[in-house]
């Protein structure tokens, strides 16, 4: 399985981008994708994520500014971000999760978001 990560780059604050993941490979149908984002000097943290068939949830810091889907036919997941904030600027992760206990984890190659005016 490969995750293929665009969409980043600079933006002023106040601007929205758009990211996309794509997944190739040998993907069940029942997972979860997302997105996780790190600072510099900071630890990843989780952004969002959208299930197969759950409900999508989001770190507080990014609800009412971010929305994430889904489109399962072409397997890739979308970070939309409006409203950006200088403290969101960090690479950001495309992530599939399959199966459970524990589940097997795949990771993008990660984009850049610079949110600076």
């Known amino acids: 399985v490969q995750l293929q990560a665009s969409g980043g780059g600079l933006v002023q604050p106040g601007g929205s981008l758009r990211l996309s993941c794509a997944a190739s490979?040998?993907?069940?149908?029942?997972?979860?994708m997302g997105w996780y984002r790190q600072a510099p000097g900071k630890q990843r943290e989780l952004v969002a994520v959208?299930?197969?068939?759950?409900?999508?949830k989001y770190a507080d810091f990014v609800k009412g500014r971010f929305t994430v889907s889904r489109d399962n036919a072409k397997s890739t997941v979308y970070l939309q971000m409006n409203s950006l904030k200088p403290e969101d600027t960090a690479v950001y992760y495309c992530?599939?999760?399959?199966?459970?206990?524990?589940?097997?984890?795949?990771w993008g190659q990660g984009t850049l978001v610079t949110v600076s005016s």
């Open positions: 992530n599939l999760a399959v199966g459970s206990n524990p589940p097997k984890l795949y």
């Open positions: 490979g040998s993907i069940f149908s029942i997972n979860i």
């Open positions: 959208a299930p197969s068939g759950g409900r999508t």
